[in-house]
């Protein structure tokens, strides 16, 4: 009887050895077949090595040490890295379902790149188009990806580039994408010097990869129809001394083909003299700007108009500037920048209703004459009036504004006959003292309370 049990039990453990022996065998022949796959969907111009790889969970993944995959210029390299479940055949050979890595580093000569952490869920690796097989380009495409502890380098920019962690949501396809990151910060010690920083920054609606192919190439960014919101937390950008400070950033836009509708709002804002065009804030006596930002537009596309629905500014003790009006096609941007001296001017009305800076202006102005404020302003009364030497109703309308700012607003209207660029209308507005016909011309007028 022990003997039986002695040759059964032998049987069963010899029985297992040989299961186990050919299982592994098959393991391993399904783990040379799964990374044979990946090779080849990687494309005949990448290289990839190994010190070591092993096969993950019931074979459904592939693991390797010291993984190095090389195309062209470009290295990257993974102390650990698993890819699970390659496909093996048809379109699907270049769908991934994860790739993680550990000590990710990517190098090439537009920058380079490092996280502690890198995984992404439903890949398809990017492809070059085959002509002769009818077959087109393919984008990289991710469905999730998550990073830990990024940080890079821009060589085009010459900046650095760092955040602590970064979630992207449908990368690729023409698709809107999703992008949440923490602790952002750029910084460039290229002259002029600049660091910027947020404390958090989410993208949601905006295509990414193609807003990324855009920075690559220099080709324009095409905008897909949809919505699309930003917010961003704690921003600064500073050079060697403190230029611009935000609290909280928003923007929603909604486009179609026949429209785009944006609001955008900067909360906390906060800009030092240094910032281009307010040099002036200390002989005001301010150290600085603070206050509060909105613009409401409307992109009419088909009409080719831009139309200023509300650009609100709040200074604290400086008072609130309303203006609205029509433009020629331009972007929201040029609004906020340099590029706004060469807006066309559709009709553009500004109202300003003061807090404290109209009697700082004017006595600057007056020290500066060496007069009273009171003797500037009547000085200008006197000028401009009916029976002043150069008589102007809407300078004779501004200088009496200037005794009165606490009864109520000052309203701007410009409405010139065809659209004039905002740089001309502020020239035009600048030669009214000297030619009061010029005021005619580009449909200037004033009115005070």
Request: aromatic share 4%.
């Amino acid at each position: 009887m022990k003997k039986n049990v002695l040759i059964t039990v032998g049987g069963l453990a010899a029985l297992a050895c040989l299961g186990w022996l050919g299982a592994r065998h098959a393991e391993h022949a399904m783990l040379d077949k799964s990374i044979e796959s990946f090779r080849q969907s990687l494309g005949s111009d990448t290289s990839l090595t190994y010190q070591k790889a092993w096969p993950g969970m019931l074979g459904r993944s592939v693991k390797f040490e010291g993984l190095v995959l090389r195309q062209g210029p470009e290295t990257l390299t993974a102390d650990e890295a698993e890819i699970s479940k390659p496909s093996t055949s048809g379109d699907d050979s270049r769908r991934i379902g994860t790739l993680s890595f550990h000590n990710f580093q990517l190098a090439d000569p537009a920058g380079s790149l490092r996280l502690d952490s890198l995984l992404m869920e439903g890949v398809t690796l990017p492809a070059k188009a085959d002509d002769q097989q009818g077959i087109p380009a393919q984008g990289l495409e991710i469905k999730h990806a998550t990073a830990s502890q990024l940080h890079g380098f821009i060589s085009s920019l010459q900046s650095d580039i760092s955040a602590t962690s970064v979630s992207v949501e449908d990368y690729g396809g023409n698709s809107p994408s999703k992008l949440d990151a923490q602790a952002v910060a750029l910084s460039t010690d290229v002259a002029p010097q600049r660091h910027i920083k947020a404390a958090s920054i989410l993208i949601d609606g905006l295509d990414l990869a193609g807003l990324y192919a855009s920075l690559s190439t220099g080709t324009p960014y095409t905008a897909r129809n949809g919505s699309r919101d930003i917010r961003v937390d704690k921003l600064s950008v500073d050079g060697t001394t403190p230029l611009m400070h935000v609290a909280t950033l928003r923007s929603h836009a909604t486009r179609t083909d026949a429209q785009e509708k944006e609001v955008s709002s900067l909360d906390g804002l906060e800009l030092w003299p240094d910032v281009p065009n307010l040099s002036i804030l200390p002989s005001l006596g301010y150290d600085h700007f603070q206050g509060n930002l909105l613009l409401s537009d409307t992109h009419d596309f088909k009409a080719n108009i831009f139309h200023v629905d509300d650009f609100r500014l709040d200074g604290k003790d400086m008072g609130r500037l309303n203006l609205e009006g029509e433009f020629g096609q331009t972007e929201t941007t040029a609004l906020l920048s340099a590029n706004a001296a060469d807006m066309p001017v559709r009709s553009m009305t500004i109202t300003y209703k003061d807090g404290g800076l109209v009697p700082r202006a004017l006595k600057a102005s007056a020290d500066a004459r060496g007069i009273k404020p009171e003797e500037l302003v009547a000085q200008l009364q006197a000028q401009f009036g009916p029976q002043g030497p150069t008589p102007s109703p809407v300078l004779a309308s501004f200088s009496s504004y200037l005794s009165r700012t606490g009864k109520g607003p000052l309203t701007i209207t410009v409405k010139p006959q065809q659209p004039v660029p905002l740089l001309a209308i502020i020239a035009s507005a600048g030669m009214v003292a000297t030619n009061p016909q010029v005021a005619r011309q580009i449909g200037l007028s004033v009115k005070v309370p």
